[in-house]
């Protein structure tokens, strides 16, 4: 009897034992989850993935998502977008070749016979160097309610063809909204797999961080891209609205041509709301998409102090309202923030200008693109810097944007692939690979991020993040990284010290 005592004892004593380190082991994560809380994990993580190697040549003349609609003077290149700030009117747009053909378009709730609205457009034409377009035709759709699908014909007297889509959801502070992040997308086969992958979401619109068609890649600006390119994304552009900001490929100035005037192709072909938004051009302008205050910039557009850019952005920035529109979203071709060597620094006098005013008005992210690759930064400023005090390191900073650049839609000039060693503290998830993100605003605190690579064919899920508010839940919501980031990626060696 006495052995087995001891022998319990001793049984006992090691439960204890093993309790009191368990105990023990519990303490300190508590104790390393306060600490992580007030001083979060930082880093960068650079993606292992490497693309298979694939030449970026344009999609043939020939391809089946250039094919021209059937039937006589059909129309083609239809694409929709929005002609009012909040989605209640809405610009649908599309060219005719054999003859200009009627401009009305039918719509309505019901489809078929049943359109028993009707709207007139208009028409105009352009020429560029040895091109003259097509009929391209705009015409606005008034007065039209929220969250509603609408059915619309065009072509009539000729080829009629029918499309649909359904309005934005109204402003509103905790309104559901997907919204669609493109960039750079051109119109090679890794273009097609970028677009087809981006159909499978539903999503309410698109935001597109600019460079459409790539046709100044061509010989003489060759504008019957821009046709192509128009016949390629009609499949997504008809049917729910494209967020444009203007890109290097989209301004077009060519004197060596004769072509003095910037950005002709692309304003002749797609219109923005500018006047709704109270802007002076066509290329900076804002609209409210449910819970989103998205304001869109220009880069190739003069954006020095007092410049109309310029004032315009202070101007819109006091109308903001979080408490209807809590998420404040800025679109911009060239990144601000990046840290690949192609168009490295590109972005430095745009911020220069404007980060201490998106920081002031804590903006939730800043989407660019112009660099085909993806990034995602923490939350870091650069705004104490000036010329005499020195101090030109950026900082983690609650306040700040995140920075996403998604310039990897897949265009002709291929993926830029020179990362900067070392990763600098700001970047928290890199990859030179092609495809498209979604961002799923859940409510005025939180929206889930996802990027999907094109991965062989395949959409894959490789970084995401749950961003949390800056106006109404300010934490360190980009301290965190997502297993689908950490299971495909090798951390930083650099270690960095959290400064907020």
């Not at 599309?94 to 609205?117: C, F, H, I, P, Q």
């Not at 934005?168 to 051109?186: F, N, T």
């Not at 923490?378 to 010329?387: A, C, F, L, Q, T």
Request: proline share 6%; net charge negative.
């Amino acid at each position: 009897m006495h052995t087995e005592t001891a022998g319990n004892n001793g049984i006992r004593q090691r439960r204890h034992g093993a309790v009191a380190l368990l105990l023990a082991a519990v303490v300190v994560l508590a104790a390393a989850a306060q600490t992580a809380e007030a001083h979060p994990p930082r880093g960068g993580v650079t993606s292992r993935y490497v693309r298979k190697h694939q030449a970026s040549d344009d999609m043939p003349l020939d391809a089946d998502v250039f094919a021209v609609p059937a039937g006589r003077n059909a129309p083609q290149q239809v694409h929709i977008g929005l002609a009012d700030q909040t989605g209640t009117a809405i610009f649908v747009s599309w060219v005719t070749v054999e003859a200009e053909g009627n401009s009305t378009v039918l719509y309505g709730r019901a489809a078929d016979n049943k359109l028993d609205l009707a709207a007139e457009g208009i028409i105009t034409r352009y020429t560029y160097y040895n091109y003259t377009s097509g009929y391209i035709h705009h015409c606005t759709l008034a007065n039209l309610d929220h969250g509603t699908k609408y059915y619309y014909a065009v072509g009539f007297g000729d080829t009629v063809r029918t499309f649909w889509f359904t309005t934005p959801p109204a402003p509103g502070p905790d309104v559901p909204l997907r919204l669609g992040l493109i960039g750079d997308l051109g119109q090679t086969p890794d273009s097609n797999s970028t677009l087809t992958h981006y159909e499978s979401h539903t999503g309410d619109a698109v935001l597109f961080v600019g460079d459409l068609s790539y046709a100044d890649k061509h010989p003489l600006h060759d504008n019957n891209r821009w046709d192509t390119w128009g016949r390629f994304a009609e499949r997504s552009i008809a049917y729910q609205p494209w967020v444009w900001t203007t890109g290097n490929h989209e301004v077009d100035f060519a004197p060596e041509l004769g072509e003095l005037a910037p950005f002709k192709p692309f304003t002749h072909r797609y219109p923005t709301p500018w006047k709704a938004s109270e802007s002076s051009e066509p290329y900076w302008y804002s609209v409210k998409l449910g819970p989103a205050h998205i304001i869109v910039l220009s880069s190739y557009s003069a954006f020095g102090k007092y410049t109309p850019q310029y004032k315009w952005l202070e101007a819109e920035l006091k109308r903001v309202d979080r408490e209807v529109t809590p998420w404040l979203f800025i679109s911009t071709h060239v990144p601000w923030y990046n840290s690949n060597n192609f168009h490295y620094m590109e972005g430095e006098p745009m911020r220069a200008q404007f980060e201490k005013m998106a920081v002031n008005a804590r903006v939730d992210a800043v989407f660019a693109g112009h660099v085909h690759a993806y990034e995602r930064t923490h939350r870091y400023s650069n705004i104490k810097y000036n010329v005499t005090d020195g101090k030109c390191t950026p900082i983690a900073d609650r306040r700040a944007p995140v920075y996403v650049v998604i310039g990897d839609g897949g265009n002709v000039e291929g993926l830029a692939d020179e990362l900067t060693w070392p990763q600098p503290a700001y970047s928290a998830f890199r990859e030179y690979s092609f495809g498209h993100a979604v961002l799923d605003i859940k409510n005025r605190t939180h929206a889930y991020y996802a990027w999907y690579r094109n991965h062989d064919g395949n959409k894959v899920t490789a970084d995401t993040m749950w961003f949390t508010n800056r106006y109404h839940m300010p934490n360190h919501d980009d301290s965190v990284y997502s297993i689908h980031a950490l299971a495909s990626a090798k951390p930083n060696k650099v270690a960095y010290a959290s400064a907020y």
